[in-house]
């Protein structure tokens, strides 16, 4: 009982089904990929299941029909053809030169060539390319299969890096543009990366090229869904359940909280992450196992770059345009934000074609806040969840004046590059600090032009504040009274603390604050 193998990590198909690992089986929706179309696009955030598809493909096209006992495409596919597979991984990389990606493409067709023989001709990457795509064609009788996982890796590692980009441009555009010459010799592709890279870069010539991002029949080719949890894992959520001392529905609804939300289109079934959710289901306890991972720090800096508001990200609306592609100068960092994984949809608007994204679940809420704080405030990596937990425990007991102690040294030696955007950095850290206390306290948080308000609620205490930029402490106080911030709270029990505080350009921080009980 509950005693199944846990695929986490796994990426090999063939791994998992001879070791006996839990599959959750996609053939059908694979079967279909196959059987429908030739060329195809994924983007899907990492630790998705991308690599495992990419390997089931590769030993569906491999004829290895024993691998697929038990499974969907057992009953549906008949005739378990071998076809020729050229398998391209550049998650292998950091690519921190131009030459990075040409060593590994030269080895990938080094290898090819050894098998399928070469011209002395062929002297670009991408006419090598074509060459042993035309003789695998001629030497086995069967037209290639192309798999291509995380594509778009090194284009991802040179963003803010401009020159570099365009290398890589230059590099893959015809390289990944084979696929479409080289048509006749071609049975099946897919590409698959965690953006789309859009415009004038890699994709500008692939118009062959179905990307299947945010279709609705293949929104549940990688994840998994509520229905698919129930039907591979009901026995294990009662077993998870009983060690955490819950009950079933509120370990399932736990699960969803944290690990569901997932929609890449905006009519779509929510899908959990299952790196996460078998990481759970495995040590059966919660945790943020997405961002033990790593996180990208090119995330933060297209957000620093282009001045963004945090605030935005809870709400924030774009068009289909937007999420389907990034251009390579990566002048808008929200798609980069969505198709990595750490926004998704959350409304559409039919009528203008306007979708409405936020944050699919607590999980990536809650860590992606806490990778940003010493991106933003003066704290150190190691010590930052250590000063969220003496944020929550001095509102806890009601000692504002340490809490604003301790909010001074978060802004202590802000650079000098962020004078211009002083605004811009002190709410950013205001919504950073207060977001992360939301996970513990109640807190409603708004903001306006030079100015921040706010209610943190506790067991105990109620804190109405108001901050000020370049004002007084004693105007802030007296805007909370003026306009009655505090008059829904007169009659509860709780001790109320009316709070003005005020930022200084000058100083670049908290200059003071003043209470009334």
């Not at 949890?229 to 370990?251: K, P, T």
């Not at 990595?340 to 679940?361: H, Q, V, W």
Request: hydrophobic share 40%; glycine share 6%; charged share 25%.
């Amino acid at each position: 009982m509950g005693n199944k193998l846990y695929p986490i990590g796994i990426q090999s198909f063939e791994k998992l089904r001879n070791d006996g690992y839990l599959y959750i089986d996609k053939t059908a929706l694979i079967y279909k990929l196959v059987k429908t179309g030739s060329y195809y696009f994924l983007s899907r955030p990492r630790r998705f299941g991308k690599s495992l598809l990419i390997s089931t493909l590769e030993a569906y096209f491999q004829g290895k029909k024993e691998l697929f006992d038990g499974l969907a495409i057992a009953g549906l596919e008949k005739d378990w053809v071998q076809y020729p597979i050229l398998h391209i991984d550049l998650n292998i990389s950091k690519y921190d030169s131009a030459q990075d990606l040409d060593d590994i493409l030269n080895d990938y067709l080094t290898n090819w060539e050894a098998f399928y023989g070469a011209a002395s001709s062929e002297t670009s990457l991408a006419l090598r390319f074509k060459g042993v795509v035309k003789r695998a064609c001629e030497k086995t009788g069967q037209r290639v299969v192309i798999l291509v996982d995380e594509y778009d890796k090194p284009m991802l590692q040179a963003i803010g890096n401009k020159e570099l980009q365009e290398k890589y441009r230059n590099t893959l555009k015809p390289f990944y543009g084979v696929l479409k010459t080289m048509d006749s010799c071609i049975k099946f592709a897919l590409l698959t990366g965690v953006t789309k890279f859009g415009k004038v870069s890699v994709f500008s010539d692939l118009n062959n090229l179905d990307d299947i991002s945010m279709w609705n029949e293949f929104i549940e080719i990688c994840g998994v869904s509520d229905n698919e949890i129930h039907e591979y894992l009901e026995e294990e959520l009662h077993v998870f359940a009983a060690a955490r001392g819950i009950s079933y529905d509120e370990l399932c609804d736990e699960l969803k909280r944290n690990y569901d939300g997932y929609h890449f289109t905006h009519n779509s079934v929510g899908m959990y992450n299952p790196f996460s959710l078998l990481s759970a289901f495995k040590r059966r306890e919660f945790g943020s196992y997405w961002f033990e991972t790593g996180t990208p720090t090119y995330l933060v800096t297209l957000l620093k770059k282009h001045h963004y508001d945090l605030e935005r990200m809870a709400h924030e609306e774009t068009d289909a345009q937007v999420l389907n592609s990034i251009d390579s100068e990566s002048t808008n960092p929200i798609p980069v934000i969505y198709q990595s994984g750490y926004l998704t949809i959350k409304g559409y608007d039919e009528r203008f074609g306007i979708y409405r994204l936020g944050f699919p679940n607590r999980e990536v809420e809650e860590g992606f806040i806490r990778f940003l704080l010493p991106f933003y405030a003066n704290v150190n990596k190691v010590d930052s969840p250590f000063e969220i937990q003496k944020f929550v425990h001095e509102v806890e007991v009601g000692d504002y004046d340490s809490f604003f102690r301790r909010l001074q040294s978060f802004f202590a030696d802000t650079p000098y590059e962020m004078v211009r955007e002083l605004e811009l950095h002190y709410q950013n850290v205001l919504f950073i600090v207060f977001k992360l206390v939301g996970f513990y306290v109640k807190v409603e948080y708004h903001t306006a032009r030079g100015r921040v308000d706010l209610v943190l609620q506790t067991d105990c205490f109620i804190y109405v504040m108001e901050f000020k930029l370049d004002g007084t402490a004693e105007e802030a106080l007296r805007q909370i009274n003026e306009k009655r911030y505090a008059q829904p709270f007169e009659l509860d029990s709780r001790k109320l603390f009316k709070i003005g505080v005020n930022f200084s350009a000058e100083t670049r921080n908290i200059e003071k604050w003043i209470v009334e009980e």
